[in-house]
């Protein structure tokens, strides 16, 4: 499990396809604390470590979740966004998050509002757009954000200058993909009353 903060980015060094996956080694000031098996959120994207060489690591994305996030669009020298799990004693600084990607959404606007940043995005499923609230919570590339506003599709999130310069959102273009992973408890909301909306079958 994560919260949304993140720790440190982390950059591309090398790339390599093994079948349908890819391998990635990353390039980290926190690999020295790590070890092989630890759950690590990449751009929000739940990967585990499977190898340490020096101040590298190597992480696996296989087909299904290279298809669901942006880890597909990777390429060497691009930076990404790094969370280690929280403690069981941690604080939860920013949301639950699972690390298990929803889907991916492209930036449509940014705007300099002179000491912070107004980014919306549209999501690629209107189908989900019930799950984005207003000043609720949402995770752009793992970073845990407020929803500002909502228009359709297309939501916005305010970014502050500390956020801006510690993670990879001073990177992203308009037309860039992110990751999004909705809050876990608007999911279990929605699933449970679609199950009770449903008409129950005679038996």
Not at 84 to 90: D, F, I, K, Q
Not at 106 to 124: A, L, R, V, Y
Not at 175 to 193: A, C, H, P, Q, R
Request: hydrophobic share 35%; glycine share 6%.
């Amino acid at each position: 499990m994560f919260t949304g903060i993140i720790e440190q980015t982390g950059r591309v060094v090398e790339i390599t396809l093994e079948g349908t996956n890819k391998n990635f080694w990353i390039e980290s000031a926190l690999t020295k604390e790590l070890k092989v098996d630890q759950s690590i959120a990449h751009n929000g994207v739940c990967l585990t470590v499977v190898e340490i060489a020096n101040d590298t690591y190597k992480v696996t994305a296989i087909q299904e979740t290279l298809q669901r996030s942006n880890l597909k669009f990777l390429n060497k020298n691009d930076l990404v966004n790094i969370e280690r799990c929280t403690p069981a004693n941690g604080r939860y600084d920013g949301h639950i998050v699972q690390g298990h990607v929803d889907e991916t959404a492209c930036c449509k606007s940014i705007e300099n509002k002179n000491g912070s940043w107004i980014f919306t995005f549209q999501i690629e499923d209107k189908k989900n757009c019930h799950l984005i609230v207003h000043k609720g919570s949402i995770c752009v590339d793992g970073i845990s954000l407020t929803v500002a506003s909502i228009v359709d599709d297309e939501f916005s999130v305010a970014i502050i200058p500390y956020t801006f310069e510690h993670t990879n959102m001073k990177h992203i273009d308009v037309l860039t993909i992110v990751n999004i992973e909705f809050d876990i408890i608007g999911k279990y909301i929605s699933k449970i009353m679609q199950t009770y909306s449903q008409p129950k079958q005679n038996v």
